[in-house]
């Protein structure tokens, strides 16, 4: 039902930004999901990063990355955006969208479905 693409990823040198995007293909209503981010880097989990909600799109963020990251949707694109400012070595990974539909706030992985292939991030120092 909804088929996610990641994009936007790619290097940067500590202190720069990046803007993700998380573009969703559905023959249902985008603005039904709540969609989160979550990455993995390497040799560790996936880890919660962002999430927005569908409906009054509270948004949520790890304590990482709170106060650098911010998350935001455009309905009318079918397209969740990550812009990822003051970045270190430490947020390199590959990013990755999931949705749930009306879902509310959970930062469970388990909660979110229909993941894409994820794009990868790297900072360098």
């Known amino acids: 039902q909804v088929q996610l693409v990641e994009s936007g990823g790619g290097l940067v040198q500590a202190g720069g930004s990046l803007r993700l995007s998380c573009v969703a293909s559905t023959n249902t209503t985008f603005s039904d999901y709540s969609v989160a981010w979550f990455r993995q880097g390497p040799g560790k989990e996936r880890e919660f990063v962002t999430m927005?909600?569908?409906?009054?799109?509270?948004?949520y963020y790890a304590d990482s990355v709170e106060g650098r990251f911010t998350i935001s949707r455009d309905d009318a694109k079918n397209t969740v955006y990550l812009q990822m400012n003051s970045l270190s070595p430490e947020d390199t990974a590959v990013y990755y969208c999931g949705v749930r539909r009306y879902g509310g706030r959970t930062f469970m992985e388990r909660s979110y479905s229909n993941w894409g292939q994820g794009t990868q991030v790297t900072v360098s120092s």
């Open positions: 927005i909600t569908w409906n009054v799109r509270n948004t």
